[in-house]
């Protein structure tokens, strides 16, 4: 059964979905309240954050001037090569 500080602040499952769009700055309203409380509540998932983030500046700086962000396919395998070294 969830808490309801589960269902306040989502699972890590469902901010590592929307930990990208988040670092986008593509959510809005209570889905990014409750990705930023996650964050604040939960270590992994603010490290994995950080990681994230600093690979998404990364490709922003490669892409700098050719595409407007990075290629949709890099992020997913990123972040879940992320999660699967948390999990070990
Ligand atoms: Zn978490």
Sequence with gaps: ?????????????DTGEQ???HL???LTGLRRLRVRLHLAGCSV??????SLR?????LHQLDDGFTPGPSPS????VLERIRESHQE
């Design 74 to 77: 890099v992020v997913p395998a």
């Design 1 to 13: 059964m969830r808490s309801l500080m589960e269902i306040m602040v989502g699972s890590c499952e």
């Design 19 to 21: 930990l990208s769009a």
């Design 54 to 58: 600093k690979t998404i500046e990364r």
């Design 24 to 26: 986008e700055g593509e």
């Design 45 to 50: 998932c603010s490290a994995a954050a950080r």
